[in-house]
């Protein structure tokens, strides 16, 4: 089987994305070979195409399907984030400083064909410690795509959640709360 699914740049070879695009008990186990365009549009890949080296995941995904903890990496083969720049990642262990905050969803949308980039945003409309909602246009072929914004304090974009999840009622994502993002940086400096 072959899915579409989506990621964000975090460094120069390391791609944040949702557990279920890396691992899927349905399908039993790890994706066989995935292949990342960065900045896809159509036919054209500005970047060309990089296969990933290495997949990853938690055991909150892995062995309990959890959606609280859907999030994964991709380890590329070649530091692709040297051309194309990436986005830092951050906790937002304050309620506040998220519930309302205007967001972006940006990712590969299966109904657009899955080749082109869109963006969406709007403001997170509740929370949990491990997951945020919303009610961002997405379509499957999004998971994976970085939960971004801007913060007060910090420079540049920062990804603070991975969409996951959409329902009629409103479309979810994986908060990275502390744990997580202790995590992913450990992901990101032994990887």
């Known amino acids: 089987k072959v899915y579409i699914g989506s990621?964000?740049?975090?460094?120069?070879?390391?791609?944040?994305?949702?557990?279920?695009c890396v691992y899927s008990k349905d399908d039993r186990g790890w994706a066989t070979s995935v292949q990342f365009n960065?900045?896809?549009?159509?036919?054209?890949?500005?970047y060309g195409s990089v296969y990933a080296t290495r997949l990853l995941s938690v055991t909150?995904?892995?062995?309990?399907?959890?959606?609280?903890?859907?999030?994964?990496?991709?380890?590329l083969q070649s530091d692709l984030?040297?051309?194309t720049g990436w986005f830092g990642v951050i906790t937002i262990p304050n309620d506040g400083e998220l519930i309302r905050k205007r967001v972006n969803v940006t990712g590969y949308p299966?109904?657009?064909?899955?080749?082109?980039?869109?963006?969406?945003?709007?403001?997170?409309?509740?929370?949990?410690?491990e997951n945020a909602f919303?009610?961002?246009?997405t379509m499957g072929g999004?998971?994976?795509?970085?939960v971004w914004s801007t913060f007060a304090g910090h420079t540049g974009e920062k990804v603070a959640c991975i969409h996951t999840t959409g329902a009629s009622t409103g479309n979810?994502?994986?908060?990275?709360?502390?744990?997580?993002?202790?995590?992913?940086?450990?992901?990101?400096?032994?990887?």
């Open 7 to 20: 990621g964000t740049m975090v460094s120069k070879h390391h791609v944040l994305t949702a557990g279920h």
């Open 38 to 46: 960065a900045a896809q549009n159509d036919g054209t890949l500005p």
């Open 60 to 75: 909150g995904w892995t062995s309990n399907n959890d959606r609280a903890y859907d999030m994964g990496m991709l380890i």
């Open 81 to 83: 984030g040297a051309q």
């Open 110 to 129: 299966g109904d657009k064909g899955g080749q082109q980039m869109w963006t969406h945003a709007d403001a997170i409309k509740s929370l949990t410690p």
């Open 134 to 137: 919303y009610d961002i246009d």
């Open 142 to 146: 999004q998971s994976g795509s970085g």
């Open 172 to 191: 979810g994502s994986t908060r990275i709360s502390r744990p997580k993002f202790d995590r992913i940086v450990d992901w990101m400096q032994n990887n």
